[in-house]
């Protein structure tokens, strides 16, 4: 088995709803999506929520506000997944719930190095 | 009563709280010395009470007896004069005689060290749970190894090897330092949380003895939470999960020993008390940010309590299994996620869930699809329950799962 990150993206990172315990809430349709993929043991880690707060650093000291400026899209969040190949985790992606509010999902391999 | 009836009784209740005594004062290299000194106490009162009668106190007897045994133990033991006396001597008071305190609250904190020490991730978990029936619930070698379906050369043989290893990893008796406290029991917890299991699981046709091992566990964790250094949120939503458990323990067995699915079970069986035992606990258990596997179990067993099949308790209880299973895998978790799936999106949509699992050897993920094909397509239904008939390995599974294949034959 190898470990595949999924990046998310989409115009609008949308408004973020936290629990009353601080956890995020995230929709059922996510919840749901990501729940099948744990129950066939092959969700590493849920990953990350990015927050609407950014800055992009250039060289020269130029610093622009928000990831926003140049790209239309930006990245929502990323899981790390497991699975037997790149097209496996590519079919898990069909069903990701960013797909249907008009965003993408970019799965990427996780290099294996030896440390 | 006589002492036949009493003597076990006693030593149920009192075989652990002078062993864990004992203990302490030994180190953990001394477990099995500890052992015998009980042990043989309850030798002498099998003896003396026969032809004398019950004396008047048959604890304190014990107790008395216990401290004299340890004592000339003490006395005529070389290896204890030499080495492990002299420390003993040197942390009691002036005198030569160990203070050997059964006082209830020193049993207490002997007890919660001695399951610090006994959780001890470097040994097995069947070792740990062996360990713990045998020190902190005062189980005879005989009941463990009927408790595990096995004979008592393969628990000796166990529980053998894991002292030895708490020997070698020179574990102490002690409690953890405050702020270790949350780390350090989270081993405590799964051994809790596996012994409850043993129990509620079992295929042990020992109804009594099964139901033993999950009340064993529950006063085990029921004094962790007693304690105010352990009595944290995790500690009390396992808590709150065992009585949810607990409060079925009447309806899901029939008077010769079957199983009764819960769906079939009658509710006027469950014990209220025990819901309201577990609910109580469950917000004790919501202090604090910290939410472990065991408030999401918590959670998902607080809602198989409540009324049958509304829309909303399936609909929470998928969202809390797909929060548990984002938490930890388990094969339990992911095939309960789908049933519960299918509750809220219909069979299909879960049949089609069910097939990406993977768990095709387990007999519980075939009665699970026979579930789903029953009314959509019972010739599959069959298929599968026949499956999960072969692949079970206890007769109660199997008569269940041949009475839904009989049903369905009759529709086919």
């Known amino acids: 088995m190898k470990e595949f990150v999924m990046i998310y993206r989409g115009e609008s990172l949308g408004e973020i709803k936290l629990n009353p315990d601080g956890t995020l809430a995230i929709s059922k349709e996510w919840e749901n999506w990501m729940g099948g993929i744990a129950a066939q043991n092959k969700l590493v880690s849920g990953g990350m929520r990015l927050g609407n707060e950014g800055r992009t650093i250039k060289p020269g000291n130029v610093i622009t506000d928000g990831p926003y400026a140049e790209i239309k899209e930006i990245i929502g969040g990323l899981s790390i997944f497991r699975g037997e190949s790149i097209e496996e985790v590519t079919e898990m992606a069909k069903s990701c719930p960013v797909l249907k509010f008009g965003g993408n999902v970019e799965v990427r391999d996780v290099m294996q190095l030896n440390n | ?412």
């Open chain 2, 1 to 412: 009563m006589q002492e036949k009836e009493l003597i076990p009784q006693l030593y149920r209740t009192e075989f652990r709280k002078i062993a864990a005594v004992l203990c302490r004062l030994f180190g953990i290299e001394h477990i099995t010395i500890a052992e015998d000194i009980v042990s043989d106490t309850f030798l002498l009162a099998a003896e003396t009470w026969g032809l004398k009668g019950i004396p008047p106190n048959p604890a304190a007897w014990l107790y008395t007896v216990a401290k004299n045994k340890t004592k000339d133990f003490l006395k005529r033991n070389t290896l204890f004069n030499e080495k492990i006396s002299p420390e003993v001597q040197y942390t009691t008071t002036q005198s030569f005689e160990p203070d050997i305190d059964l006082s209830s609250s020193n049993i207490r904190d002997s007890q919660l060290q001695m399951m610090f020490a006994i959780c001890y991730p470097g040994i097995p978990p069947e070792s740990q749970i062996g360990l713990s029936l045998r020190i902190l619930c005062g189980f005879s070698i005989d009941e463990i190894a009927d408790a595990f379906l096995t004979n008592k050369e393969t628990i000796n043989k166990r529980l053998y090897r894991a002292k030895e290893k708490l020997k070698q990893d020179a574990i102490k008796i002690e409690m953890p330092p405050e702020t270790q406290i949350s780390k350090r029991i989270e081993n405590v917890l799964t051994t809790l949380y596996l012994l409850f299991n043993e129990g509620y699981y079992s295929s042990n046709r020992n109804t009594v003895l099964t139901k033993d091992l999950c009340l064993e566990a529950m006063r085990l964790t029921h004094m962790l939470s007693e304690n105010e250094s352990t009595n944290l949120p995790e500690v009390n939503a396992l808590l709150a999960l065992m009585c949810f458990h607990a409060s079925r323990f009447d309806a899901r067995l029939s008077p010769d020993g079957e199983l009764i699915l819960y769906d079939e079970q009658d509710i006027l069986l469950w014990n209220n008390e025990l819901i309201k035992q577990g609910q109580y606990y469950l917000n004790m258990a919501a202090r604090g940010n910290n939410l472990s596997k065991y408030h999401l179990e918590a959670a998902i067993a607080y809602w198989h309590t409540a009324e049958r099949d509304s829309p909303e308790k399936w609909e929470k209880v998928l969202s809390l299994y797909n929060r548990l299973l984002m938490t930890e895998y388990s094969p339990i978790a992911a095939l309960n996620r789908t049933y519960a799936l299918a509750k809220v999106y219909g069979n299909e949509a879960a049949i089609i869930e069910a097939e990406k699992l993977g768990l095709d050897q387990s007999h519980l993920y075939h009665s699970l699809l026979g579930e789903l094909y029953t009314g959509v397509d019972n010739k599959q239904a069959v298929a599968h329950f026949g499956t999960a008939s072969k692949l079970t390995k206890t007769s109660a599974d199997k008569k269940v799962i041949l009475k839904k294949i009989a049903g369905l034959k009759q529709k086919l």
